[in-house]
T-cell receptor, first 111, second 110 residues
Framework: DAGITQSPRYKITETGRQVTLMCHQTWSHSYMFWYRQDLGHGLRLIYYSAAADITDKGEVPDGYVVSRSKTENFPLTLESATRSQTSVYFC??????????FGSGTRLTVV | DAKTTQPTSMDCAEGRAANLPCNHSTISGNEYVYWYRQIHSQGPQYIIHGLKNNETNEMASLIITEDRKSSTLILPHATLRDTAVYYCIVRPNAGNMLTFGGGTRLMVKP
């Protein structure tokens, strides 16, 4: 099915563990983004990618790692999860001149 | 990046038009105005965007003032399902990053 999918939808992990959130889009959009949204707050940009093998930091990149070996995938890894990284994570994709399309989000809880 | 200012919250009666204002007095050049909305717990949804002229699609209308320093999103016949947080964003000329502010929480009431 065409679209942008995130997995898993829900994840509970322990402090200090590594966890990877997946994002896959089927449109071959050049741009992909990761945002986090804390309860009751707006979205903050973590990392973005303008094309395969090109990534750059957003507003809140510390503690996160991204890669983009293929245009359609943009995984986000928390190297050593902390409680402050408990949040809802949204992935988005975009062609250069149109709006973003967001995934349904991954709700991550770090205990 | 151009900053936007929106009211924190608004109410609207079901069936009436919802007019959501946005101030972007520092907008420059060819920067576009984008509107998104986020219904509870879902990913943000694109609504409409524009540069200078008024725009309309199946979801909404966007009215941009002649000096481009403000705009209004119009939902012509609001329904309960339009209850959401609405974000007005100015997309910078360089790059393709959108910075989300606090938005306007629209409550549509029966």
């Amino acid at each position: 099915d065409a679209g942008i999918t995130q997995s898993p939808r829900y994840k509970i992990t322990e402090t200090g563990r590594q966890v990877t959130l997946m994002c896959h889009q089927t449109w071959s959009h050049s741009y992909m983004f990761w945002y986090r949204q804390d309860l009751g707050h707006g979205l903050r940009l973590i990392y973005y990618s303008a094309a395969a093998d090109i990534t750059d930091k957003g507003e809140v990149p510390d503690g996160y790692v991204v890669s983009r070996s293929k245009t359609e995938n943009f995984p986000l890894t928390l190297e050593s999860a902390t409680r402050s990284q408990t949040s809802v994570y949204f992935c988005a994709s975009s062609a250069a001149t149109v709006g973003y399309t967001f995934g349904s989000g991954t709700r991550l809880t770090v205990v | 990046d151009a900053k936007t200012t929106q009211p924190t919250s608004m109410d609207c009666a079901e069936g009436r038009a919802a007019n959501l204002p946005c101030n972007h007095s520092t907008i420059s050049g060819n920067e576009y105005v984008y509107w998104y909305r986020q219904i509870h717990s879902q990913g943000p949804q694109y609504i409409i965007h524009g540069l200078k002229n008024n725009e309309t699609n199946e979801m909404a209308s966007l009215i941009i003032t002649e000096d481009r320093k403000s705009s209004t999103l119009i939902l012509p016949h609001a329904t309960l399902r339009d209850t959401a947080v609405y974000y007005c964003i100015v997309r910078p000329n360089a790059g393709n990053m959108l910075t989300f502010g606090g938005g306007t929480r629209l409550m549509v009431k029966p």
